[in-house]
């Protein structure tokens, strides 16, 4: 009985020596590489949709609409005294409204590239760090003031009629 026993607990230590070993020798050489930048390591955080009214001639022309998904490392926005969604929009009112010579209404004449790269690179300088690695678009839409005008008279049809359908049906 002893010796079932001894034996037991020899397998025991074996054991947890040999998986002690193969933890300490991993830690050593470090498990697999750094991954790449689009790979992993990184969070991607999506902002809300950020509306900018488009003032032309002291008149407002329309509402640009974007959605934006930037990535970022987790250590780096965890330093961040002011949240990152906050500086990403300021930095897109900012770069439309130093840039007037956008024309969203001319869709060949807009550069998402140069949007994405001013709108990283502006909030990099101004962290004084790379935070922002890359910005992607989710979602941007351009809506002019006519068409938010027949959007809301549309709406206002809708709703005077279904209030007349319910207000017939009451009587």
């Known amino acids: 009985m002893i010796k079932v026993i001894a034996i037991a607990v020899w397998i025991c230590a074996a054991t947890l020596g040999a998986v002690f ?3 300490q020798a ?3 050489r470090g498990v697999g590489e750094t991954p790449k930048p689009m790979l992993g390591g990184l969070d991607y955080v999506k902002t809300d949709i950020i509306s900018v009214p488009l003032i032309r001639d002291s008149q407002i022309g329309g509402y640009f609409l974007t959605k934006l998904v930037y990535t970022v490392e987790p250590e780096q926005i965890k330093k961040l ?3 990152a969604e906050a500086l990403i929009t300021d930095q897109v009112y900012s770069y439309l409204y130093s840039n007037p010579q956008i024309d969203f209404t001319k869709k060949a004449t807009i550069d998402l590239d140069a949007f994405r790269v001013a709108i990283r690179d502006t909030v990099n300088a101004r962290v004084g760090a790379p935070l922002v ?4 678009i989710d979602q941007v839409n351009f809506l002019s003031k006519d068409e938010i005008r027949d959007n809301w008279l549309r709406r206002k049809k809708s709703e005077t009629a279904s209030e007349m359908t319910k207000a017939f049906k009451e009587h």
């Open 21 to 23: 070993y193969s933890f």
């Open 81 to 83: 005294s002011i949240p």
């Open 26 to 28: 991993a830690g050593e």
């Open 133 to 136: 690695h890359e910005v992607l």
